[in-house]
Every structure is written in structure tokens, then in C-alpha cells.
């Protein structure tokens, strides 16, 4: 089966070419078995079916999100941010809170204002249950701190407000460092990203540019300015011929590095699909938008050949290993959609339908999440980084 646009681009408006791929993104939604969701026909009590499915498949009752695949049954503080993040975007405020406790009672030693979320939590050696790193991941202290401003807001909810701006704070406290010729920089943690030699050792995926922008908006503190310069120079560095590497290093004099003695080996995997879906998702008018669509794009063209996204892939070389799984392709969606690979965008979709994400595989369903929910205008970025959410908009016009 294949999918033609709605007319030849080369003889189309401006506007006619943004109804037209609009259109188009209909099309291929709907292959899928979702259609788009827009500002007038969607209730604001209607449920994300997805996010239902996420709920029963991954999340206890008392707001803890299992990975089923982990041995021990972990449960990391990424996947609390990102099922907060997502219980905000489908208006589910009692999931939400009760992500949001569990958090702060288990990964926090009961109080978010005074400690950073544990990353990791789940089965010890002892067989007892609880913190097994008690590290922080910054990836995910970003998105609970930008989800609870964010929900502080669209909920009228004070405390979530004040306790988005006592854990950015704790983050500018806590896991930034000054890097020589780089700047003020976010760490992925606290602990262990400071090494020997002068070297730094960081993570292009952890600092998505929308939420630095929301901070830097409503926060006023300079710090997050210079977040965001050196942040840009993290993605651009850790993508030399376009494909951008899970872990990076950085040596003022040397400066950015393949990170060979990690176990990523300098490739780019599970941790860098990430960087094109938030490249994707940034805001048409946000200042650094263009320039990533473009360095990222041989990423576009490899997957166009292949058929597929690799696994992994070395950032130097360019050589790909192994077929990504359909969650990544579900990732690169809004990646392809805004870079207007419109052929690889219908390649993708047809994979996605031919090869449905497995229902249990936790990682894969949270990438296909944030796409789908892109994808499907349940929520977009502004260009100052607010997340702005459709039943906001349907809620409104109801009162």
C-alpha cells in the first residue's frame, strides 16, 4: 500500500504546503488506528487510549512505573518523569499525584524539596525492595521540575509550582559544573561525570532544549542561559557526521570526544534517539531549530536506505548496527515530519504498522508516547518552551 501527498508540493503556497502536509500526516495517522486530534473536537475528559494502555501495562496502582524487562524490576526516575509528563498531556490529575508521591516517598526519602530523586529503585541482592543507586539521573530531574511547572499552571496548583522551582534550583546547585571552554554544564548526575585527566563525561539525550527554554522564561536565573549554550554545543559536538553518540567526552583542549571506554563504545543507541525527537518537537520558531534539523539529517537519509533506524551506530565512521526496534522509528516521526522527509516519515509510519511496538516493552512505548502525542497535537512546544496542551484549550471553551 502506498500513501501520495494530496497535491505536488512544487506548485503550492506556503499555506497550501502546511495544509498539505497536514493532510498527509492525517493519512498516515490513521494508518496506524489513531487519527489527529485538534484543539475543537477533543474533550477535555476524553482518555488518551494509549496512555490507558501504558497505565495497565507498566504502572502499580500506588504510582510506581515498572520496566518488566529488568531482571529486578526497576523502576527509574526517568520513567516517573516521563509518565508524569504524560498523565499532564491526557488531563489524568489523579495519576498524576499519585506518580508524584511515590516518587517523593521512595526516590526522595519522602521530600522533593530537600533531596534529588534516586535514579534507580527495585530488587536488591538481599532480596529486599528499595534504592539501589541513589545517584540522581539530571535527565529526569528536568522533567519532573518542568512537568510540575508546567501542571502548577495548567491545574492552578500552587505546590506544584513551588516545588518545580525548589528542584530546578537544586539542579543548578547540584548537577552543574563549570566546564573550561564549555561553560556552565549540566551533568547527567551529581556523582561520577568528573573524571581523571581533565575530561568530562556527558550525555547529548539529557538536555532537551524546550525545557531549558521554559526555565530560562520562567526561572530568570542566568545560569539557564548558559544551559542552553552549552547544551547546544553537547548535541553539536557529540554529532560530528550527523548521528549523535549516547555519551560523549570532553577535554578543554582535546574537545569532544567518542566515549570508547564506555560500554556504548562511541556509538549512538538507546540513549541518543532521543536527541532527533527533541530536535523534532522544538518550536517552529525556536532559534536553534534549524540548525539541528540540518546537522541530524544524515540520520534521515540512513534510515531512508535502510528501511529502518540502526541500533546503534558509530558517530564517526557512520556504521550501523543492527535494526533499531519499532519504537525508534516511532521517535524519529516528528524528526521526519518537520524536517519534511516525507517519504521516510510514510516508510517509518508502514514499519510502525507492519511491526506494532510490543505492548510490554516499556522503553519503546514511552518513545512511541511522546511521538504519537506530537504527532497527534496533543501537545505542543511554544517557543519560550511551555508545553501547551490541547484539553487546556478544550477545557476553556467548555466553561
Not at 496502582?61 to 491526557?90: C, P, W
Not at 541482592?125 to 530531574?141: F, R, V
Not at 549540566?186 to 556523582?191: E, I, S
Not at 533499531?324 to 514499519?351: D, H
Amino acid at each position: 500500500m502506498t500513501i501520495s501527498l494530496p497535491l505536488s508540493t512544487t506548485s503550492l503556497s506556503s499555506r497550501s504546503i502546511v495544509k498539505a502536509f497536514a493532510a498527509f500526516a492525517t493519512v498516515i495517522l490513521t494508518m496506524l488506528g489513531t487519527s489527529c486530534v485538534s484543539a475543537s473536537n477533543t474533550d477535555c475528559k476524553t482518555p488518551w487510549p494509549e496512555w490507558e494502555q501504558f497505565k495497565r501495562t507498566f504502572i502499580t496502582t500506588d504510582g510506581r512505573v515498572i520496566d518488566h524487562s529488568s531482571n529486578i524490576k526497576h523502576t527509574v526516575s526517568e520513567g516517573q518523569a516521563y509518565a508524569m509528563f504524560f498523565a499532564l498531556t491526557a488531563n489524568d490529575r489523579s495519576s498524576f499525584q499519585n506518580l508524584l508521591t511515590w516518587t517523593e516517598n521512595n526516590l526522595a526519602n519522602g521530600d522533593l524539596t530537600t533531596h534529588l530523586p534516586a535514579w534507580q529503585w527495585g530488587l536488591r541482592p538481599d532480596n529486599s525492595w528499595g534504592i539501589i543507586d541513589n545517584n540522581s539521573a539530571s535527565d529526569a530531574d528536568l522533567w519532573i521540575a518542568y512537568t510540575l511547572g508546567i501542571a502548577g499552571d495548567a491545574w492552578s496548583d500552587k505546590r506544584y509550582a513551588a516545588l518545580s522551582t525548589l528542584i530546578a534550583k537544586r539542579i543548578l546547585n547540584e548537577e552543574t559544573a563549570d566546564v573550561p571552554q564549555l561553560g556552565l554544564t549540566l551533568l547527567p548526575g551529581p556523582r561520577g561525570f568528573a573524571l581523571s585527566n581533565n575530561q568530562w563525561k556527558l550525555n547529548p539525550s539529557y538536555t532537551p532544549l524546550q525545557l531549558l527554554r521554559w526555565f530560562d522564561h520562567n526561572d530568570k536565573d542566568p545560569r539557564w542561559k548558559k544551559l542552553q549554550s552549552s547544551s547546544l554545543k553537547i548535541i553539536l559536538g557529540a554529532s560530528p557526521k550527523g548521528y549523535t553518540a549516547d555519551w560523549i567526552r570532553y577535554h578543554p583542549d582535546q574537545g569532544f570526544m567518542p566515549d570508547l571506554q564506555g560500554s556504548e563504545q562511541g556509538n549512538g543507541g538507546y540513549n541518543a534517539i532521543r536527541v532527533y525527537l527533541w530536535a523534532g518537537m522544538l518550536a517552529d520558531k525556536d532559534g536553534d531549530r534549524a540548525t539541528l534539523l540540518k546537522t541530524l539529517q544524515p540520520m534521515a537519509t540512513l534510515t531512508a536506505n535502510k528501511g529502518y533506524p540502526p541500533e546503534f551506530i558509530d558517530i564517526v565512521t557512520g556504521e550501523a548496527k543492527n535494526a533499531g526496534s519499532s519504537g525508534f522509528s516511532a521517535a524519529l516521526l516528528p524528526f521526519l515530519y518537520e524536517s519534511k522527509n516525507l517519504k521516510t516519515l510514510q516508510q517509518q509510519q508502514l514499519r510502525l504498522r507492519a511491526q506494532p511496538i510490543k505492548s510490554d516493552h516499556y522503553y519503546d512505548q514511552v518513545l512511541a508516547l511522546f511521538a504519537q502525542g506530537w504527532m497527534n497535537q496533543r501537545y505542543r512546544f511554544q517557543t519560550n518552551g511551555t508545553a501547551e496542551l490541547i484539553w487546556q484549550n478544550s477545557c476553556k471553551s467548555k466553561n
